[in-house]
């Protein structure tokens, strides 16, 4: 009885959190999957959503345009998350030892992860543009490279490498630095005791157990990066051409600019089943290893 | 402690910051009466039907008509009626976007939306939009006395269905012009050294070859001064190089209405031109002209085309008319003032000039839109006032000077456009008598659509990863594959 009644308790105090979850969460996923299941474009002779069944997602597999913005976005994804874990990681390490002006290099490092990507990306263009950005500017003048965003697909690449890497590398940093604070020391002086280097001591005791911490990590930014639009859209509109379309913008542009509201439904899910299938991948390669040996 | 001498600087300070504060709340407020019309009707109009102390809301394009209704138009219809107009000004793919889902979504938050040229018949299909016409007929209270339909231009014709009933009031129309920079083609020396090398007078080009020529020789004579021979709106990414492509360039060699027949077809081998030999030739013309354009041209959309040009970093090519005004005379923004000149654009194909005056064709795109009110507002009365205040004979002419923009017949011999036009070396002139000319966007239903499908082979020919044959080629396939998805 006294159970029951707390079980009560405990789902009258949850309701509010449920139905929170429930009308902006779970309700607008399944609209999309409903919607994904429908031609639905506004300019088609005729309107209004027509039932297809899986029609979108069979079309997906034959679109060009889709598969080249996916594995564009797979290799952008790729690129960001190394370079950004060890960049971060080699930070974190920095700032885990003591200097002069360390909170005030740490305050203002973590700046870019507080500006809205769109924000962002608005910067990066202004000073990448052509005619008055100071990059190509100072690019030109000291060493007489023409770097124009707009025009090669190489400087575009690495400008929008350069912007996710200093957006949110400081992130990378943070957690990992929270991870690393939170080892214990007793493991390490043994370990240091006993004569391990410390390359082996970074192998076989560190990285293990900070493995929790960069699994999070590597998974939130997986899933940023895949997901990566606004900034992009900004700096270099997804061109040169379609050099740096990636899925996200090439969604946006299915249902804003051509109001396929069916087919950019059944991209967008998708692209979460891929989200979801690659993390488990990560995950598998990360851990396997660990849980084959216990 | 502050000492005595940074009291008094602080105390100086702050009086004259209040000054200049004061001296341009006065300077607005004055602005804002700028824009007259029947102030006392529209005030009656306001009480009797219930509009005093709405609010309507607006989205438009950040353009300078755009900017023009929310500094001047709008202060003076809120101080008339006493109603509250909140515009958006925002750019012109967010703008469309936010319109069509509000209209699609009949969610109902916007009173009045632009509604550009090319778009209206996809409006119209959808039934998004009030009849404005009936409101006003329907409502005798509405009826401004000072609003007639009759005293807009023909491109008010644009906005009308089947029945002839008025779905938009037209708040802008200017063609695209050949403008060039009169300074570098008047210089003695430059005259000289064209001549010596091309055997013919530098003057503005009436086909290709000319304008490459023109283009190629100041792109030489420019090097180390920032200059270059031509724009081009080759920006990848947004349709903007769509629209050059299609609107501006494909026509002067003959290829009407985006090479799509009137049954729907793009490829020439179906009965289109999209990748016809003309097609090709017209696209591989354009973006050849980019060796000759500013390094900035493949992020250029007409907005930065026009800033291309103010900079003085072009000596021709084909501007929106929107931005001639401001080019041409506001020394704040440009550094051309007084020294631009407007022509019509050269052809590939000497045919098209006779096309063009016999209505058969045209030689390039007459760009406007309008205020229309979605079915879904819930202000359609309050928001129909308006755009018979807007759509005033008395507003037009200073909206004219400050956006270069003419949608009624009579503002052509307004005073305010003449002196305007003198400054603009006769672009009013110039649209008045040649405006015929050119032409809007063809009546499609689907004009986004296939503009999507479309534009991506087009950014790949820019970017060179393509020939622009290929793009053409495959651009048609994949257009009569959209049209037939959408059953056309």
């Known amino acids: 009885m006294k159970k029951s009644n707390t079980n009560r308790l405990g789902w009258i105090l949850l309701s509010p959190s449920l139905f929170i979850l429930g009308v902006a969460g779970l309700a607008p996923f399944f609209y999309v999957i409903y919607v994904g299941t429908h031609s639905w474009n506004i300019f088609s002779k005729e309107r209004g959503k027509v039932f297809v069944g899986v029609q979108n997602y069979r079309d997906l597999v034959f679109d060009s345009a889709f598969l080249g913005t996916l594995s564009r976005t797979l290799f952008f994804s790729f690129l960001v998350v190394s370079i950004e874990l060890i960049l971060g990681f080699m930070l974190a390490l920095s700032l885990m030892k003591d200097f002069r002006g360390k909170t005030f290099f740490r305050t203002v490092y973590v700046l870019p992860v507080v500006v809205a990507p769109i924000a962002v990306g608005a910067t990066w263009r202004l000073m990448m543009a052509q005619g008055h950005g100071p990059v190509p500017f100072f690019l030109n003048k000291f060493f007489g490279w023409e770097f124009n965003t707009g025009a090669s697909t190489t400087q575009a690449w690495i400008a929008i490498v350069l912007m996710d890497v200093w957006h949110w590398t400081p992130f990378v940093t943070l957690t990992l630095l929270a991870g690393l604070l939170a080892i214990p020391r007793e493991p390490i002086e043994a370990a240091s005791v006993d004569g391990a280097n410390t390359f082996q001591m970074y192998r076989f005791l560190i990285i293990p157990m900070l493995l929790p911490v960069i699994l999070i990590t590597v998974f939130i930014r997986v899933m940023d990066s895949l997901r990566s639009m606004e900034d992009v859209y900004m700096l270099t509109n997804g061109g040169p051409g379609s050099s740096t379309t990636f899925v996200g913008l090439h969604i946006f542009r299915t249902v804003f600019a051509k109001q396929e509201y069916g087919y950019g439904s059944s991209m967008s899910l998708l692209v979460l089943y891929f989200t979801i299938v690659i993390c488990w991948l990560l995950f598998n390669a990360l851990t396997g290893k660990e849980s084959k040996k216990k | ?488």
């Open chain 2, 1 to 488: 402690m502050l000492n005595t001498r940074k009291r008094r600087s602080l105390a100086l300070a702050s009086v004259i910051s209040s000054l200049a504060l004061v001296l341009s709340g006065c300077s607005s407020s004055s602005d804002s009466g700028s824009a007259s019309g029947d102030d006392a009707w529209f005030a009656s109009a306001a009480e009797k039907l219930e509009c005093k102390g709405k609010t309507i809301k607006g989205v438009t394009e950040n353009t300078p008509p755009g900017q023009y209704v929310k500094s001047d138009i709008i202060p003076a219809f809120e101080k008339a009626t006493g109603m509250k107009v909140d515009l958006e000004t925002t750019s012109w793919d967010e703008m469309y976007s936010k319109a069509i889902n509000d209209m699609e979504a009949k969610t109902g938050i916007y009173d009045f939306v632009y509604i550009e040229q090319d778009i209206i018949y996809q409006y119209l299909k959808n039934d998004y939009l009030a009849n404005i016409s009936k409101e006003i007929a329907n409502n005798p209270d509405l009826k401004a006395p000072s609003f007639d339909f009759a005293k807009f231009t023909s491109f008010i014709n644009d906005f009308k269905n089947a029945d002839g009933d008025v779905f938009g009031i037209p708040m802008e129309a200017f063609v695209k012009v050949y403008l060039y920079r009169t300074d570098l083609f008047n210089d003695p020396a430059n005259k000289e050294a064209f001549k010596a090398k091309y055997k013919r007078d530098l003057v503005p080009a009436t086909n290709y070859k000319e304008y490459q020529d023109i283009a190629d020789f100041f792109t030489a004579y420019g090097k180390d001064k920032e200059l270059w021979g031509t724009t081009v709106q080759a920006v990848t990414g947004h349709p903007a190089s769509f629209y050059e492509l299609f609107e501006s360039i494909l026509p002067t060699n003959g290829v009407y209405n985006w090479g799509i027949s009137k049954n729907f077809k793009a490829s020439a081998a179906a009965g289109g031109s999209m990748n016809s030999k003309a097609a090709k030739d017209a696209f591989a013309f354009w973006v050849g002209l980019l060796k000759d354009a500013p390094p900035e041209s493949k992020q250029s959309t007409w907005t930065e085309v026009g800033t291309t040009f103010a900079a003085g970093r072009a000596a021709q090519g084909w501007v929106y008319g929107e931005n001639v005004a401001w080019i041409a005379t506001d020394a704040a923004k440009s550094k051309v003032v007084g020294k631009v000149g407007v022509a019509l654009p050269p052809l590939g194909n000497p045919q098209v000039l006779a096309d063009s005056k016999s209505g058969a064709g045209y030689l390039g795109y007459y760009d406007g839109g309008a205020f229309g009110v979605p079915a879904s507002s819930k202000n359609i009365t309050c928001s129909v006032l308006f755009q018979q205040y807007q759509g005033q004979e008395s507003v037009q002419a200073k909206w004219a000077a400050a956006g270069s923009r003419i949608v009624m017949d009579s503002t052509y011999n307004d005073p305010i456009v003449q002196a305007q036009d003198e400054k603009t070396n006769g672009y009013y002139t110039f649209m008045k008598d040649q405006g015929s000319l050119f032409r809007g966007a063809p009546a499609f239903p689907f004009h986004t659509s296939v503009r999507e499908v479309v534009a991506p082979f087009i950014y790949d020919a820019i970017a060179g990863k393509i020939s622009t044959s290929d793009a053409l080629d495959k651009a048609a396939k994949a257009a009569d594959a959209e049209m037939k998805k959408l059953g056309y």
